[in-house]
């Protein structure tokens, strides 16, 4: 079970940091991915983080977000810095016992999203 966390309405330029908290499983033998889905739009990669600590981003956020894990809290981390109105979208997280997929679909498990607005 994925629970995402941290959500909110923040100014452009502005940080937020999302959570996601897993149970119920050994989460270090997870791959971790972030996506998000803006209204009208399909849903996107984000980010993710392998289990050997390798993270992988999208182009559009490169630079700017920054992702996570702490194995030992059963927690992976979002951290987005200089936000834009662009990025505002529901957050998702997702786990796979495998790798790191640039796709929705591949993942095992998916928690509920948590909103982001980026107000201009």
């Known amino acids: 079970q994925l629970q995402a966390s941290g959500g909110g309405l923040v100014q452009a330029g502005g940080s937020l940091r999302l959570s996601c908290a897993a149970s119920g499983r050994t989460f270090s033998n997870y791959a971790m991915g972030w996506f998000r889905q803006a209204p009208g739009k399909k849903r996107e990669f984000v980010g993710g983080i392998s289990r050997s600590i390798l993270t992988y981003y999208a182009d559009s956020v490169k630079g700017r977000f920054t992702i996570s894990r702490d194995n030992a809290k059963n927690t992976v981390y979002l951290q987005m810095n200089s936000l834009q109105p662009e990025d505002t979208a529901v957050y998702y997280c997702?786990?796979?016992?495998?790798?790191?997929?640039?796709?929705?679909?591949?993942?095992?498990?998916w928690g509920q999203g948590t909103q982001v607005t980026v107000s201009s």
């Open positions: 997702a786990a796979d016992s495998l790798t790191v997929y640039y796709t929705w679909d591949n993942y095992d498990y």
